[in-house]
């Protein structure tokens, strides 16, 4: 049953990336390109990268990637997929890409029910620009723009996508993941490859929300955010498939 | 009587890139790979095997790591 | 064939005529006639119709198709046309033809519903973030709006920019009849080369994997951007700039003007040189690029300008740096959805001259 050998994914650019220590863009980025390579849809994937930390994404994925305007990769998703339904089309979005700017296309890509793959890094702060609040921040949490903790009527209250998005009937597979244990990441890529196959069997829109650790903008070492996510997120982001039709 | 001989695993970690993260370093159920006191070129400690003999293939460490820094193969 | 159509179903079907493979878009006043038509035809053409959930999303659509080499369109109007800007920006970054269509209406804001050439600011100017132009056709008849829309994925394609055309909500609305065998309102878009299609994003399938993004952190990479979009930039202004002119050889007085408010002035110059006065009528066909060479050479025979628009002073920027003053610029505008009127026009010719 152990298998013989890990390496790298072939999907996988040789590049080293810049993402800091102990940052989950890393581990998940790997886990798209272990995927796509055991389901061999390497030559019709076209990925499309988000505004945030992973902007770079086009760089370590060896495979068709393209960038997009901050929030708008399910609506670039939508101009490729419906010109070439044949390809594999996914985003990769963070918490301010997804849930802030671009609500209002994830919410009409879901409802549409497009058949693309949308994998939602969930860090709950705004890495890339030093670590603002992001709509997924706990109450209390302190970020750069809450440094006295979030406040809910101020702020609002953390967005849950997963719950959200799984009330729409064109939503076919959702699932929140972690990657904060080798338990946690192994069944995130599960989930990871279930929503591919969704669309590779014409299923329609899939989902999967993934819990991330953001070390630097959560001012914490690495190991001490992965404690945060895996004790404090998982519990206002419960983990586990929310829908699957 | 019967005999099983222990597989004997290789690790390879790419230490030049290592950030010294550790997120292998807590997931190793055998405790063999540690924050050395060395540094590397960019400043990071990284981490090293201690005993390769002791490793059992479970690869929680290169499930872990987000730079894929490991490799390990079968000896 | 003779057709007799209205401007914006003339813009649909020259659009498909051209090789149309997907359309997004938005609802708004004064272009719904597009996506109902568009709607019903292009499903039977086993072609792409999306409603968007905003024009927002309807510009990173034609993004997201563009990428994949395809020919997509979106129309709208001024204040839809602003919610675009940022997907322009990044389509001119990315250097991804596409084609987008402007029906003017009144503005500033909500404005109203009724044609205005209110957005030539926006058209001309970049409109968004960074230095860049997109190409801006501005047809004056439902024959010209057949024929831009026909041949703008072309010219598109040949520069690998978006083709932005502009006209006003009266010309959208307006019926005429037109020969589409004619070859009165042809671009005849010229390509010398094969066109390159080899940054499409497909699937990467028998070649290496490709990337496009218009983020260049390294240094000098982005200066190095720029500085190619300026060589095509410069190569569009040498080899795209059209205008018509009428009766400017003799001419003291040249109106210039384009859309509805050149065939307001059209009637005009006919009404005057009726009357024995020498007035002539330039009509820039391309906005961008602007005509200044074009323009300056009549300098030396008129020397006044009447500048004619929906607005209360754009385009005239313009006609004064093309003019370089060695003529008199006059202006003559209607704002907020108003027409002008041939009457006002030559009240306006009479009092100058």
């Known amino acids: 049953m152990t298998p ?150 101020r702020d609002g209250y953390p967005l849950k996508v997963c719950e959200l998005l799984s009330v729409l009937d064109g939503t076919k597979f959702i699932a929140r993941g972690a990657v904060t244990n080798p338990k946690n990441v192994i069944q995130t890529k599960s989930y990871i490859k279930k929503a591919f196959i969704k669309q590779i069997e014409n299923k329609g829109f899939s989902l999967v929300e993934i819990l991330s650790m953001c070390p630097s903008g959560l001012h914490m070492t690495p190991l001490e955010a992965v404690k945060w996510v895996e004790e404090e997120l998982t519990k206002f982001f419960p983990l586990g498939v929310y829908k699957d039709v | 009587m019967t005999t099983t001989t222990k597989k004997l695993f290789v690790v390879k970690i790419d230490k030049e890139h290592c950030k010294g993260c550790e997120l292998c370093v807590v997931n190793c159920p055998q405790k063999i790979l540690v924050l050395t006191e060395n540094v590397n070129k960019f400043g990071y400690r990284y981490v090293e095997v201690i005993d390769e003999t002791k490793c059992i293939g479970c690869g929680r460490c290169y499930i872990m790591c987000p730079d894929y820094l490991i490799e390990i193969y079968e000896k | 064939m003779k057709k007799i159509l209205q401007g914006n179903i003339a813009l649909c079907e020259g659009a498909i005529d051209g090789g149309l493979d997907a359309y997004y878009a938005y609802p708004i006043t004064p272009q719904n006639e597009v996506s109902a038509y568009f709607a019903e035809v292009l499903p039977k053409l086993g072609k792409v119709f999306l409603q968007a959930e905003s024009e927002l999303a309807a510009i990173n659509m034609v993004f997201g198709t563009a990428l994949t080499g395809k020919r997509a369109m979106t129309t709208s109007s001024s204040p839809g046309i602003s919610l675009m800007q940022e997907g322009i920006s990044y389509l001119c970054g990315c250097e991804l033809p596409c084609v987008i269509v402007n029906v003017m209406r009144g503005g500033p804001g909500l404005g109203n519903i009724s044609g205005s050439q209110q957005d030539y600011f926006q058209s001309t100017r970049g409109g968004g973030h960074g230095d860049y132009y997109t190409i801006v056709l501005a047809p004056f008849s439902v024959k ?94 040498r080899d795209e700039v059209r205008v018509k002119f009428y009766n400017v050889d003799d001419a003291e007085i040249c109106i210039v003007a384009y859309g509805m408010s050149a065939r307001v002035s059209l009637e005009a110059m006919n009404k005057l040189r009726k009357e024995g006065l020498k007035v002539g009528l330039i009509r820039p066909i391309t906005l961008w690029p602007f005509s200044y060479k074009e323009i300056k050479d009549v300098t030396k025979k008129a020397k006044k300008f009447l500048v004619v ?45």
Request: proline residues 4%; hydrophobic residues 35%; negative net charge.
């Open chain 1, 4 to 153: 013989t050998k890990f390496v790298k994914p072939k999907s996988l650019k040789q590049t080293h990336h810049s993402y800091c220590p102990g940052c989950g863009h890393g581990i998940i980025h790997r886990l798209v390109a272990e995927v796509i390579d055991e389901l061999n849809i390497r030559e019709k994937t076209i990925g499309i990268a988000p505004v945030g930390c992973a902007v770079f994404a086009y760089d370590y994925w060896d495979f068709d990637v393209s960038e997009a305007p901050h929030g708008r990769p399910p609506a670039v998703a939508t101009g490729i997929k419906r010109v070439l339904p044949d390809r594999i089309v996914f985003t990769y979005q963070g918490d301010g890409d997804l849930a802030a700017i671009g609500t209002a296309e994830i919410i009409h890509a879901a409802n549409r029910s497009e058949n693309i793959t949308v994998i939602f890094v969930n860090n709950t702060v705004y890495g890339m620009t030093s670590g603002q609040m992001a709509p997924t921040t706990l109450l209390g949490q302190k970020t750069l723009t809450t440094p006295y903790g979030r406040e809910a009527n």
């Open chain 3, 144 to 237: 010209e709006i057949y024929e831009f829309a026909k041949e703008s994925f072309l010219l598109a394609e040949k520069y690998r920019n978006p083709v932005l055309i502009i006209f006003d909500g009266y010309l959208g609305q307006m019926m005429e009849v037109f020969d589409t065998e004619s070859d009165e309102g042809k671009l005849n878009v010229k390509i010398d080369e094969p066109i390159d299609k080899s940054w499409v994003l497909d699937g990467t399938k028998n070649r290496p994997s490709r990337k496009i993004h218009s983020l260049l952190m390294a240094e000098g990479e982005l200066e190095k951007l720029n500085l190619k979009l300026k060589e095509k930039y410069d190569k569009i202004r």
């Open chain 3, 309 to 353: 628009e929906m607005n209360l002073g754009q385009m005239i920027e313009d006609v004064k740096l093309a003019v370089k003053g060695e003529a008199q610029v006059y202006f003559y505008g209607r704002s907020g959805g108003s027409l002008v009127s041939s009457k006002e026009v030559i009240e306006n010719i009479k009092r100058i001259l």
